[in-house]
């Protein structure tokens, strides 16, 4: 099975369009695929009609922004129902928190003499509630302040840089539940990505799972070989689905290929087994 089921099209801040992005993932050998965009689902249709005119295995997802204990992460959820009443609300919810924290950014880079990033950000966004950070930082490339997005964010848009701003998401609790009411089964996305001690990442993950959730991702393109062996040990600790996902936003900005990553271990259970 080759499963990538964390993926990102221009319904949040992927390169492509849903389509081509499902286009591209059969070209790679991938066999089962999620859309996982950030706060969206509205690409959600039309990567699901392009898997189904090419026999495409498709599970609808969606990747919710989450802070917790002042960190932002991310949850992952899949084999939803994008049709879900609590999962929309949820997600408009935080949706509409994007567009004021990208005036905050605007201002932030403003201060640091770069103009015209808050209108650069926006023309850059196919949907403007999605306005990420990523749109930022593919303004300030196009505008030669980095070489590329991977540069942009080691000197701008994080703690202590310019471009940074705090915001609060969504409660874990809530971005679950909302994936609980939705059928789907909610996954701790990149969990070696966050500045977390291994203590705090094993109160996350117990708190998650008293949420409700049951899955985290084990081979993804931010983890390194020694993060695979060891988030893969705390999936069998702990009883966890194991899931796998490139995370692939675009040719040229994404670490790695859809469909390219590592098989999970054998022995885990992946997140797909009663799919």
């Not at 129902?81 to 905050?104: H, Q, Y």
């Not at 993950?205 to 988030?231: D, K, L, N, W």
């Not at 936003?249 to 859809?258: A, I, Q, R, T, W």
Request: proline residues 4%.
């Amino acid at each position: 099975m080759n499963a990538d089921l964390h993926c990102h099209s221009t319904a949040s801040d992927g390169l492509l369009a849903p389509a081509a992005l499902v286009e591209r993932a059969c070209a790679r050998g991938v066999t089962m695929f999620a859309l996982t965009d950030h706060d969206a689902i509205a690409g959600l249709d039309e990567a699901r009609d392009a898997a189904a005119a090419r026999g495409l295995r498709f599970i609808d997802g969606v990747e919710i922004s989450v802070t917790w204990r002042g960190t932002t992460l991310h949850v992952v959820g899949l084999n939803i129902d994008p049709a879900n009443e609590d999962l929309r609300r949820g997600l408009v919810s935080v949706r509409g928190s994007r567009v004021r924290r990208a005036r905050r950014i605007a201002e932030s880079l403003e201060s640091a003499g770069i103009a015209g990033s808050f209108e650069g950000a926006m023309a850059r966004a196919e949907n403007p509630e999605i306005v990420s950070r990523t749109h930022f930082a593919r303004f300030l490339v196009e505008r030669g302040h980095a070489r590329d997005v991977r540069a942009v964010f080691h000197h701008f848009l994080v703690q202590g840089k310019p471009g940074y701003v705090p915001h609060e998401w969504a409660a874990l609790g809530d971005a679950v539940a909302w994936i609980r009411a939705a059928g789907g089964v909610g996954v701790i996305a990149h969990p070696g990505r966050y500045k977390l001690s291994r203590p705090d990442v094993r109160e996350l993950i117990a708190e998650f799972m008293r949420c409700g959730g049951a899955g985290i991702e084990v081979v993804t393109g931010s983890h390194t070989p020694e993060q695979y062996a060891e988030f893969a040990a705390l999936a069998r600790e702990l009883g966890l689905l194991a899931s796998r996902g490139s995370d692939f936003h675009g040719p040229g900005e994404s670490k790695v290929e859809l469909g390219s990553l590592p098989q999970l271990p054998a022995d885990l259970q992946p997140v797909w087994r009663d799919w």
